[in-house]
T-cell receptor, first 114, second 116 residues
Framework: DTEVTQTPKHLVMGMTNKKSLKCEQH?????MYWYKQKAKKPPELMFV???????INESVPSRFSPECPNSSLLNLHLHALQPEDSALYLC?????????????FGPGTRLLVL | AQTVTQSQPEMSVQEAETVTLSCTYD???????LFWYKQPPSRQMILVIR??????QNATENRFSVNFQKAAKSFSLKISDSQLGDAAMYFC?????????????FGQGTILTVHP
């Protein structure tokens, strides 16, 4: 089973709201990722967690706050977002982080910031 | 900088025909994987096929196969007997080394249209 689940599927929020995106996997993977994807563009890496510790932060604005409560769960907390943050947010996981690891993606959360 | 280049922004193919999507990459690593992902309009990124760089044999998954030329740093995807369900955006991807160890670097993508 290579399933990564994400909730919610769609999210509309105002610029003053606080919301969270959730990602879950039960494959025993120890690396989890957040990507941001604009229409017809490749995904852009935001954060990497390896063994529940933040290992890569791609200079993401502080209005995005990741959290990894346990090895199966990854959250992305959103606060005071801008309209340009509207995008598809993808979560992925892999057995470990490295050059020989395969990342499996969730279905994504479509975010619209008004 | 490690880069992945897909030179075909769009491709089209007739149903049941064969199409090849091209990808080149740049790396100084010697042992790594390469990936092709498919993203239909439904948006989920699905792994199509992967190639281990140390293997000479090209990977095959049913109708999907790759032509991997390590020296040329080329990794093309061949889709045989194309089906309507193959219509999607296809991304070639490679995991970076160095300080971004394991970070997937994607090409710009190729939109594949399948005509009935």
């Amino acid at each position: 089973d290579t399933e990564v689940t994400q909730t919610p599927k769609h999210l509309v929020m105002g610029m003053t709201n606080k919301k969270s995106l959730k990602c879950e996997q039960h494959m025993g993977h120890r690396a989890m990722y957040w990507y941001k994807q604009k229409a017809k563009k490749p995904p852009e890496l935001m954060f990497v967690y390896s063994y529940e510790k933040l290992s890569i932060n791609e200079s993401v604005p502080s209005r995005f706050s990741p959290e990894c409560p346990n090895s199966s769960l990854l959250n992305l907390h959103l606060h005071a977002l801008q309209p340009e943050d509207s995008a598809l947010y993808l979560c992925a996981s892999s057995q470990d982080s490295g050059l020989q690891e395969t990342q499996y993606f969730g279905p994504g959360t479509r975010l619209l910031v008004l | 900088a490690q880069t992945v280049t897909q030179s075909q922004p769009e491709m089209s193919v007739q149903e049941a025909e064969t199409v090849t999507l091209s990808c080149t990459y740049d790396t100084s690593e010697s042992d790594y994987y390469l990936f092709w992902y498919k993203q239909p309009p439904s948006r989920q990124m699905i792994l199509v096929i992967r190639q281990e760089a140390y293997k000479q044999q090209n990977a095959t998954e049913n109708r999907f196969s790759v032509n991997f030329q390590k020296a040329a740093k080329s990794f093309s995807l061949k889709i045989s007997d194309s089906q309507l369900g193959d219509a999607a955006m296809y991304f070639c991807a490679y995991p970076a080394g160095g300080t971004s160890y394991g970070k997937l670097t994607f090409g710009q993508g190729t939109i594949l249209t399948v005509h009935p």
